[in-house]
């Protein structure tokens, strides 16, 4: 059986051999269109590959250790980079490298494009589009062997795998074919759609300078024409605002200005926009219905890229369809598709984190907390909470449609770094992130300095004692006093959805005295050590790249730490004005806890109609794409019912922090939890908050019913170099305050040393 | 024994099947039915006893009553199994439904039954007996003989792994339970 067949070689039947684009790509080649040169190598090559590299057995085990409804979209991530990892470190056999070789010997000295074409994305329908991987500008023949490994791994995509019921993903039957192209490095590009999304009686074009990636996936803003299906007339033209394109480079493609002559001119002039417009008009005619069409000029030739049935194409910005949030609908699976992202798409997402909204966040929390709303009537109060719950709601809504996105920077550095690298542990890249300005370790370090100078001087533990008996906070020993309000100051509001007061802050400072001392984090003595030793495996325009990459992943890294401090810095003001509403209620007799904040509102501007309480949600094992709703609060669990009682022995999760610990648990519910925490103790939580970070340097382990191997847990715990394991289901229902734990962070195991064993 | 039996015949990820409980939030009842379901498909059991310090493991065809509260199994009196459990009643039975396949190692639902072994004798051993046969009728004429006791294990507890490494416990509360 050959491994390779040329485009001419392939028959339309043979769909499963090659997947569905590689055969639209043979119609499109025997039809007399112009496609840029290519083969494909077969789904036999991935069979053979994976059969006798014992690879199956491998896939099994990875995506069995969890059931996949109870994966959260970050947990599948964390699985198809295990996955990813494996292809890469697993060698090829002999005999079929040898055979990709010489089936491949023509793309030798030319730039070429690796693309994946899937048996089961067409079997599932042609919506599921893009969930594989593709590259470009590959070069050489070694390269080409490893980027096939990558294509083939991408079977196994985090994309893929939320789809994976629909594409009907099984180890033992799955497999995927590769197309293995010349690059048509055009100089103008797009997409044609032979019936227009919007009107059927027209076709779009779009177009963009140089490859059409930047368009496909949202950072490039294509020019657009309509034009009349019937006679091919223009009825619509729509200028972008043209500045950049994507351009080949060494490696990869990057994004470039354009020269001020193309800025004035649209991309196609209207000759060659009528000739896209006839070459999508005879695919349409070929492959019998509209369809949806790559293309790009490449001197006078225009090529066709690829073709497939027209369907909704996601695009880059995930918020393309209809009014809803897309992290709001029933089904979330389309959005978490938008969150990867591309290099350049996330360095402008940074631009705009860092210079407007943390800024915007920071300056809105600001000007509220110079408002007394203590002193406001009952109207003015309730008016305050409802501004205030606007103000939280767009940040809120920011969070998910900015900043939870610029999470990808961390992981695009971790593939990057996995595929220059091969590490064999697949998660060895979070090491070079580092911790620089995590604003968490920098209240830490804080802390940890006062804890010292209490833990040094029995005269002042005898006084803030003193102080803490009597609760009267004034006139604090100045040899501490201006950290004490210093602290205030900078992390007051960032203790969750509650403030600190200075008795709390000076309780936990004695707290964090008793221990012998307190851990400090890793800091950065080996980091600038690795980070050059990584930076030393590029040369020219690579070692650029690498370093763009590494500082946008720390970026990414650093944010998805800070960015809850900021919001939590809002929503302590949101707090502050619903808290002086409660007290004003209750003070008159009126049953305020339970309320929400719409409710404390509604009742101060109409005492007679106090609302019943919301019911809370509860969150079973629910499916990835119902999941991170904020509202939801995690399953009871029934352990004593019918004569029958239940109790845990060893749980399973994700090894997040490597190391063993062995102590008590405290299992974290509520704040008070937090303040009760003592040095030695595991802590067990359902997810850690950056607000609630202060307490990991007491920690000796920590357990997390979250999972993911970037959470805040896992890059806290990794930080002070204590065990963790994270995704343990249930984990605060089961595990109670005082049980006997043993995490062990090289597998991801928490074991409870059970009375009566 | 060719019936019910659990053998996967499709390995999709995700495909939910009634041997999976594993990581969901668990619940007594859920942990129930699926200790139920599993004791419905398998035929066989290890069984351990020990006496003197040493231990004997043994293969029997066992039967569960529905409430979970009792074990039965049918043995020659002059096995080293049954002299072991008469003369310390403390025993474990182990069930699983591995297929021996690598898949297995997730998949697969191991349960050690820990409890202790009595022989019922008159009209409670014809119950027990009924119940037995309802599971294995082809056992008949083995478990009838008059060399055979049937053992009637009451269970303390289920030690349940699923998905490899994951263990809940399972206790029972008080003496006799109805059946």
Redo the contacts between chains.
């Keep these: 059986m050959r491994l390779i067949l040329s485009f001419r070689e392939i028959e339309e039947r043979e769909a499963n051999l090659v997947g569905g684009k590689a055969v639209a790509l043979s119609r499109l080649s025997k039809a007399g269109i112009d496609v840029p040169a290519g083969v494909c190598v077969t789904v036999k090559a991935y069979e053979r590959f994976v059969e006798r590299t014992g690879l199956g057995?491998r896939l099994?085990?990875i995506?069995?250790?969890?059931?996949?409804?109870?994966l959260r979209w970050e947990e599948i991530w964390d699985v198809s980079l295990r996955i990813r990892n494996l292809f890469l470190n697993t060698p090829l056999p002999p005999d079929v490298k040898a055979a990709l070789r010489e089936g491949l010997e023509q793309f030798s000295g030319v730039p070429a494009v690796v693309r994946s074409s899937s048996p089961s994305e067409d079997a599932a329908g042609t919506s599921f589009a893009g969930l594989h991987e593709s590259y470009v500008n590959v070069r050489g023949l070694d390269s080409l062997l490893d980027h096939i490994l990558l294509v083939w791994a991408s079977l196994w995509s985090d994309r893929a795998l939320l789809y994976?019921?629909e594409l009907?993903?099984?180890?033992?039957r799955s497999a995927m074919a590769v197309i293995v192209q010349e690059l048509a490095a055009g100089e103008k590009s797009g997409v044609a759609f032979s019936v227009s999304p919007h009107d059927p009686a027209n076709a779009a074009v779009e177009a963009v300078y140089g490859l059409n990636q930047g368009l496909v996936d949202g950072t490039v803003e294509p020019d657009m024409w309509l034009l009349e299906r019937a006679s091919g007339k223009i009825v619509d033209f729509r200028a972008a605002r043209r500045s950049e394109a994507i351009r080949s480079v060494a490696g990869g493609t990057a994004l470039a200005e354009l020269p001020e002559s193309a800025k004035k001119t649209p991309p196609l002039g209207v000759g060659e926009l009528a000739r896209v417009f006839e070459t999508v008009m005879k695919v349409e005619a070929l492959f019998g219905g509209p369809q949806d069409m790559e293309w790009t000029f490449k001197g006078e030739t225009l090529y066709v890229l690829q073709a497939r049935p027209i369907t909704a194409r996601a695009r880059g910005d995930g918020m393309s369809e209809g009014g809803e949030k897309p992290w709001e609908r029933s089904d979330r699976r389309s959005w978490y598709l938008s969150l990867t992202r591309s290099l350049e798409s996330l360095k402008r997402l940074r631009r705009r984190i860092e210079e407007e909204l943390i800024p915007g966040m920071d300056a809105d929390a600001q000007t509220l907390s110079g408002v007394d709303v203590n002193a406001m009537a009952d109207r003015a109060l309730a008016d305050e909470i409802d501004r205030r719950r606007l103000i939280h709601g767009k940040w809120v809504d920011r969070y998910w449609a900015d900043l939870i996105p610029f999470a990808h920077g961390a992981r695009l550095f971790g593939q990057f770094y996995n595929d220059t690298v091969t590490p064999k542990d697949p998660f060895e890249f979070t090491a070079l992130l580092g911790s620089e300005g995590l604003e968490g370790v920098e209240r830490n370090r804080q802390l940890s300095e006062m804890a010292a100078l209490v833990r040094n001087s029995g005269e002042l533990r005898e006084h803030l004692g003193e102080k803490m008996r009597s609760r009267r906070f004034e006139d604090i020993d100045p040899a501490i006093a201006a950290r004490v309000d210093g602290f205030l100051e900078s992390f007051g509001d960032t203790a969750g959805a509650l403030s600190w007061g200075k008795g709390e802050l000076l309780a936990l400072i004695l707290r964090l005295a008793e221990a012998k001392s307190a851990r400090g984090g890793a800091g950065s003595r080996n980091l600038e050590k690795k980070t050059n030793a990584f930076f030393d495996r590029f040369t020219g325009e690579e070692r650029e790249r690498a370093r763009d990459l590494l500082e946008l992943g720390r970026a990414s890294y650093r944010m998805r730490d800070n960015d809850n401090l900021h919001l939590a810095r809002v929503e302590a003001q949101l707090g502050k004005s619903v808290e002086a509403g409660k007290k004003r209620l209750e003070s008159r007799g009126l049953e305020a806890a339970l309320l929400d904040s719409e409710q404390v509102a509604q009742v101060l501007r109409d005492p007679s109609n106090v609302p019943l309480v919301k019911p809370v949600p509860t969150v079973?094992?629910e499916p990835v794409e119902l999941q991170d709703n904020p509202h939801l609060v995690?399953?009871?669990?029934?352990?004593?019912?019918?004569?029958?009682?239940?109790?845990?022995?060893?749980?399973?999760g994700q090894p997040a922090g490597q190391g063993l610990a062995a102590g008590k648990a405290r299992v974290i519910l509520g704040r008070a939890d937090l303040l009760e925490f003592r040095p030695g103790e595991i802590l067990v939580c359902d997810a850690i908050d950056p607000a609630m970070t202060f307490i990991v340097p007491l920690a000796s382990g920590v357990v997390e019913r979250r999972g993911g191997m970037l959470i805040h847990g896992a890059i806290i715990a990794r930080e002070y170099g204590l065990p963790c394991v994270t995704g343990v289901?249930?984990a605060t229902?089961?595990i109670k305050t005082g049980d006997s734990l043993v995490v062990d962070g090289y597998?991801g195991?928490v074991t409870l040393e059970?009375a009566?064993e | 024994m060719k019936k019910n039996n659990d053998k996967r015949t499709?390995?999709?990820?995700?495909t939910?099947t009634p041997m999976?409980a594993?990581?969901?939030?668990?619940?007594?009842?859920r942990?129930?039915s699926l200790l139920g379901e599993l004791f419905a498909r398998q035929y066989f059991s290890v069984l351990a006893t020990q006496s003197e310090g040493r231990l004997h493991t043994s293969l029997v065809a066992f039967a569960a009553t529905k409430d979970l509260g009792v074990v039965l199994f049918a043995t020659p009196k002059a096995t080293r199994k049954f002299h072991y459990l008469t003369v310390h009643p403390e025993v474990s039975l182990f069930v699983d439904n591995r297929s021996n396949d690598?898949?297995d190692?997730?998949?697969v639902t191991g349960v050690t039954i820990s409890g202790t072994a009595e022989v019922p004798s008159g009209p409670d051993r014809e119950a027990m007996l009924r119940l037995y046969l309802r599971k294995h009728p082809h056992m008949e004429e083995f478990a009838r003989s008059p060399n055979s006791a049937l053992v009637r294990v009451k269970v303390r507890k289920y030690?349940v792994v699923t998905?490899?490494?994951?263990?809940?416990?399972?206790?029972?509360?008080?003496g006799e339970?109805l059946r």
Excluded at chain 1, 63 to 70: G, M
Excluded at chain 1, 635 to 650: D, H, I, M
Excluded at chain 2, 10 to 14: L, R
């Design positions: 057995e099994s085990l995506l069995d250790r969890k059931s996949f409804t109870e994976r019921k009907g993903l099984d180890v033992a079973a094992a995690p399953e009871k669990v029934v352990t004593s019912e019918g004569g029958f009682r239940l109790r845990a022995r060893q749980l399973t289901q249930s229902s089961l597998l195991i059970g009566g | 499709s390995s999709e990820p995700g939910e999976k594993g990581h969901s939030a668990p619940r007594i009842a942990l129930k690598v898949a190692l997730y998949r030690d998905e490899f490494q994951n263990v809940m416990v399972l206790e029972i509360e008080g339970r």
